[in-house]
């Protein structure tokens, strides 16, 4: 009977028991920061396994506008541009951070950032070879990945199985385990909703940012447009801060003006063809009509003078030719959607105007269309002088003048999160007291101050790459 007994409590001792595993390295998320991290520590020779909550991985790496910036790559040099220098990158991510960046994680993606990119390549990731051009850049440093997000996470994905890296999908990480104070695993829960505890000397949380948890918003953002994906749920932020970690710029999210408005609270971003109607002669009015701002200007400044209208959006204005050389460029008006979805959206009233009639596409989208006839008249005017007194604006392209005329709206929008956990320059978590909390690494978005306030376009996915492979190497190293 005792035997029975004891037979029957190890059974079901052993039905209960988490399911264990144990490795050097445990990386928690699957973006750009964690495959990297996971590379770079498997090229160093650890075991590493990674943890990934959705069926996929990805996170916001997967569905972003697919742009790196760096000083330095070979495809810089390559496409001719021998100008910059980590220095000159570093000077223009400090003023885009508006100088309260921390500038020791700051300049490691202005000096790593080349390497990384070259890296990558190396790696099998394809990037476009002619540089993307934005105003807060004072030299082209910016990079399309050939075949957008789900190209790269395929290369990246790829590249981590061949070094050996294990990845489990529907697999949420949900606390840190803690012995005297050193992190020593991973609890995470599988599809099957069973808890399992991952053992390891080190572990790097990648989990991304915290746009899609409205609760960990600051207050003054949660009205505006989320453009980001369901995992930014702050996980990450919230198991460091459980294990003593230091949280800093948790009040700083990246706005960006830019947003058409596809379903209630939610936008799909539309700078990647803004940007180039804007260099074909596009201009930007309010709901008076009324140009408000030099349309060329960088990001931040657009984004301002949005915040400034009573209704907090602008618009953009412009014609069948602008639409045709954006066209050519294989370039969608509203990022990720087909022609037929873009139909859709212009065949629903108010969002995207199309009409033979500027005074048509004005009313539309609630524009007064007096309003805005004077002012592409004046703006054509300008065109046509060479000199736009209004604003200054020196690259008048084209005039507004072939119809059918395009109004799309362009409301704020935001997802990229700022603020998170404060490191080590070799990504070690800090506590609130400066300490180094042991067994614990950051990498990617997760991580706090290394864009200051601001962020500058383009550089986000650069820092989850550098931050990822600096992470991978120093997790090994220790
Ligand atoms: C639409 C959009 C466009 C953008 N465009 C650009 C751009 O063109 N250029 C640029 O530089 N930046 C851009 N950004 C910002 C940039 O994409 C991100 O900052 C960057 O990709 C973050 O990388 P990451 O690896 O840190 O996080 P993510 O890529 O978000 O990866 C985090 C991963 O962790 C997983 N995860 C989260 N919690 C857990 C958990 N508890 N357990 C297990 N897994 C978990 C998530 O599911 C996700 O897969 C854009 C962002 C968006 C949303």
């Avoid at 209704?311 to 030719?321: P, R």
Wanted: proline content about 4%; aromatic content about 6%.
């Amino acid at each position: 009977m005792k035997r029975m007994l004891v037979a029957l409590m190890l059974v079901l001792s052993l039905a209960c028991s988490a399911f264990a595993a144990s490795a050097d390295v445990v990386v928690v998320g699957g973006g750009g920061a964690g495959l990297l991290a996971a590379i770079a520590a498997a090229e160093g020779g650890a075991d590493v396994i990674l943890l990934e909550k959705m069926p996929f991985l990805g996170g916001a790496t997967l569905i972003c506008g697919a742009v790196t910036t760096a000083a330095g790559p070979r495809l810089q040099l390559e496409a001719g541009i021998t100008e910059d220098s980590a220095e000159l990158f570093f000077l223009d991510l400090m003023i885009g951070g508006e100088f309260t960046n921390d500038a020791r994680l700051t300049w490691l993606m202005a000096e790593q950032g080349g390497a990384v990119m070259d890296w990558m390549e190396d790696l099998g990731v394809a990037f476009d070879s002619e540089p993307v051009n934005w105003a807060e850049h004072r030299v082209p440093r910016s990079f399309r990945w050939t075949g957008g997000g789900a190209a790269l996470i395929k290369s990246l994905h790829e590249a981590a199985l061949a070094k050996g890296v294990e990845i489990l999908l529907n697999t949420r990480a949900t606390r840190l385990v803690q012995e005297n104070g050193r992190v020593t695993g991973v609890v995470a829960v599988g599809k099957d909703g069973a808890e399992q505890v991952f053992s390891a000397d080190a572990v790097i949380l990648a989990t991304g940012g915290f746009g899609a948890d409205m609760d960990m918003r600051p207050e003054s953002l949660r009205s505006v447009l989320y453009y980001g994906p369901v995992s930014s749920t702050g996980d990450g932020h919230k198991m460091a801060a459980e294990a003593g970690a230091d949280l800093v710029f948790m009040d700083k999210m990246k706005v960006y003006p830019h947003g058409v408005e596809i379903a209630p609270g939610r936008a799909q971003l539309t700078t990647i063809s803004s940007v180039p109607l804007v260099s074909f002669g596009a201009i930007m009015v309010n709901s008076n009509g009324e140009r408000v701002i030099d349309e060329t200007l960088d990001i931040v400044s657009l984004k301002n003078k949005t915040l400034e209208q009573p209704d907090t959006q602008l618009f953009i204005v412009f014609d069948s030719a602008m639409k045709a050389k954006l066209d050519a460029m294989g370039l969608a008006m509203v990022f990720n959607y087909t022609e037929e979805q873009i139909e859709e959206l212009i065949a629903q009233p108010g969002r995207i105007a199309r009409h033979d009639d500027l005074a048509a596409a004005a009313a539309e989208l609630g524009i007064d269309p007096e309003g805005l006839a004077a002012t592409v008249k004046a703006y054509n005017e300008a065109v046509a002088a060479g000199y736009d007194s209004a604003f200054g604006r020196k690259d008048l392209a084209a005039p507004i003048s072939q119809p059918p005329y395009y109004v799309m709206e362009q409301k704020l929008r935001t997802a990229t999160s700022l603020g998170g956990v404060r490191v080590t320059t070799d990504m070690r978590v800090l506590d609130k007291e400066g300490k180094v909390i042991p067994g614990l690494w950051a990498a990617g978005e997760l991580i706090g101050a290394a864009h200051g306030n601001e962020s500058m376009p383009g550089v986000a996915t650069t820092w989850a790459f550098v931050s990822g492979r600096i992470a991978g190497l120093s997790a090994v190293s220790k």
